[in-house]
């Protein structure tokens, strides 16, 4: 595990993001874990849960762009959903912002000259 990102949700529980298997790990408050949610993503990296609580945003540098998964009411990962796809930039972090926004902080990719 390669270890990148970490938000808590309201009931103390901690989803990290991987980005070395590309997944997203959830840890509940006893210190069990698990992988949370699978899906191929391009280098998962910073993450945001939704002020609701019922989605979680990934930062995905490779995409790149944001991806966002409901949160079922059992606590599982429902299926990805890519919010934002834009080429030129790098996303890094995502801040949680009011439900229906979404913001990423982005570098552009180093460009070198010959």
């Known amino acids: 595990m390669t270890p990148n ?12 993001s991987d980005s070395n298997v ?7 408050l006893d210190g069990s874990g698990e992988l949370w949610c699978d899906e191929p993503f391009n280098f998962a990296n910073g993450l945001a849960l939704a002020p609701d609580g019922r989605s979680l945003t990934v930062a995905e540098t490779s995409l ?3 991806t966002r998964m409901p949160i079922g009411a059992d606590g599982s990962a429902g299926p990805a959903e ?5 080429s030129g930039v790098l996303p890094d972090g995502v801040p949680a912002v009011p439900v229906g926004c979404s ?7 180093a460009r070198s000259s010959a």
């Open 64 to 66: 790149p762009g944001l």
């Open 5 to 16: 990102y970490a938000v808590v949700d309201g009931a103390g529980r901690v989803y990290v």
């Open 22 to 28: 590309r997944g997203i790990y959830r840890f509940e």
């Open 82 to 86: 890519t919010v934002v796809a834009r």
């Open 103 to 109: 913001t990423s902080a982005a570098t552009s990719p």
